[in-house]
């Protein structure tokens, strides 16, 4: 009897660790900064609940810490305007 309940909690934890670890994998891909224009003269770039933190170049070559506030509503390009961030068009 020894062995099949051995079975049993060893597939039980490996399902378990299989599911968290799945969880993490989502968590990462949801906050996975997006891609755009933004990305040629920005660095430092992260999101976090949603917004997007970089530091970007400005026309004097000065770097700014700049956030686009509920960036997945962009459609099309996130760019760098003159050392912020910006959305070329909203849904």
Same mark, same amino acid.
């Given at each position: ?6 079975? /049993?909690? #060893?597939?039980? /934890? &490996?399902? &378990? *660790?299989? #599911?968290?670890?799945? =969880?993490?994998?989502?968590?990462? =891909?949801?906050?996975?900064?997006? +891609?755009? &224009?933004?990305?040629? *003269? !920005? *660095?430092?770039? %992260?999101?976090?609940? +949603? &917004? /997007?933190?970089?530091? !970007? ?8 810490? *700049? ?6 509503? !962009?459609?099309? =390009?996130?760019?760098?305007?003159? +050392? %912020? /961030?910006? !959305?070329?068009?909203?849904?």
């Amino acid at each position: 009897m020894k062995n099949p309940l051995i079975a /049993l909690v #060893l597939g039980a /934890l &490996s399902l &378990s *660790t299989a #599911l968290s670890s799945s =969880d993490v994998a989502q968590a990462q =891909d949801r906050d996975r900064a997006p +891609g755009g &224009s933004y990305r040629r *003269t !920005c *660095t430092d770039i %992260r999101t976090e609940r +949603g &917004s /997007l933190f970089a530091r !970007c170049e400005d026309r004097r070559g000065n770097y700014r810490r *700049t956030r686009l506030e509920d960036y997945r509503r !962009c459609r099309g =390009d996130i760019e760098n305007d003159n +050392g %912020r /961030l910006r !959305c070329s068009r909203r849904r």
